[in-house]
């Protein structure tokens, strides 16, 4: 059974960091694509950043430059580093998997488009 677990978010003011983590069992780790996703108030569900089973990176426009999503497959955990936190990165992030197809790239635009396994999320709040 595939099983994410996210953990790292806190209560940080405009400008500073976070490091969430997302730990995966059940599942061979190093052979699944995986993402963030977030929900908030006002943009709803968006994806924030995906990381392909070979490394391979994408990221929303706005968050480019200040998120840094990494994977270490000898821990089976996923990264996500937040820099130059904004009040518009408030919200709940989640951690998204599912096997790599090589037909699809796993990216921004694809992170939702079928199956998608994804944990409880953990709550990230940015005060001014």
Do not use: H
Not at 44 to 73: H, M, P, Q, W
Not at 90 to 95: K, N, V
């Amino acid at each position: 059974q595939v099983y994410v677990e996210e953990s790292g978010g806190g209560a940080v003011q405009s400008g500073g960091s976070l490091k969430l983590a997302c730990r995966g069992s059940g599942f061979i780790f190093s052979t699944y694509c995986m993402g963030w996703f977030r929900r908030t108030p006002e943009k709803g569900r968006e994806a924030v950043a995906t990381i392909e089973s070979s490394g391979t990176t994408d990221y929303l426009d706005s968050v480019k430059g200040r998120f840094t999503i990494s994977r270490d497959n000898k821990k089976d955990t996923l990264y996500l580093q937040i820099n130059s936190l904004t009040a518009d990165d408030t919200g709940s992030y989640y951690c998204a998997t599912r096997p790599c197809d090589d037909a699809t790239p796993f990216t921004i635009a694809t992170l939702f488009r079928g199956l998608m396994y994804y944990g409880k999320g953990t709550q990230v709040t940015v005060s001014p």
